[in-house]
């Protein structure tokens, strides 16, 4: 069918004569997108429910100094505790590189679904490649800071399921 339809001031819109089974693609400033097949030809207004963008604000600090470290990279997976129901993270291909060069250790990943389970892929030189699952974006990034512990000693670790917690094997 095609075209694009605006809303009205409270947010409201109607169709006539769509085919049955059509999609929807809806979409709003500061929300993700939202695709779904609304049930059709009902007495009641259809609530469409939209999710909004999070950000995850965090810092990389050494694991054994807790000082700041100031250049590293951060690459976004699907976590694998995903479950079918969350929001898909906007990852294009589904890895993203986020930058490097970060200010005092302190990041910001903006523009993924709030709640969207992530894992961050840290890497900084005279550091291992490090994971951290299950980091969910908060609404608009609100909430304490995510603190990412590096270790320089991949033997002395496991892979952590958590950005706060670093287990280490004794």
Same mark, same amino acid.
């Given at each position: 069918v095609g075209g694009r339809v605006q809303t009205d001031a409270q947010g409201r819109f109607h169709f006539d004569s769509l085919p049955?089974?059509?999609? &929807?693609?809806?979409?709003a400033?500061?929300?993700s997108e939202r695709q779904m097949r609304p049930p059709m030809d009902g007495a009641d207004p259809v609530e469409i429910v939209m999710q909004q963008m999070g950000a995850i604000n965090g810092k990389v600090v050494d694991a054994e100094t807790s000082q700041p470290v100031g250049k590293f990279n951060i690459r976004l997976r699907t976590s694998p505790d995903m479950k079918p129901d969350d929001p898909y993270p906007s990852l294009g291909s589904r890895e993203s590189d986020v930058g490097e060069d970060f200010s005092g250790g302190? &990041?910001?990943?903006?523009?993924q679904p709030a709640g969207t389970p992530l894992t961050l892929v840290v890497s900084a030189e005279g550091y291992p490649i490090q994971y951290f699952d299950s980091l969910r974006p908060t609404p608009g990034?609100?909430?304490?800071?995510?603190?990412?512990?590096?270790?320089?000693?991949?033997?002395?670790?496991?892979?952590?399921?958590g950005a706060e917690k670093v287990w280490k094997i004794h």
């Open positions: 049955e089974q059509i999609e &929807f693609e809806f979409y400033d500061g929300f302190a &990041f910001r990943i903006d523009h990034g609100r909430g304490e800071p995510t603190v990412i512990h590096l270790s320089k000693h991949p033997a002395d670790t496991i892979r952590a399921f």
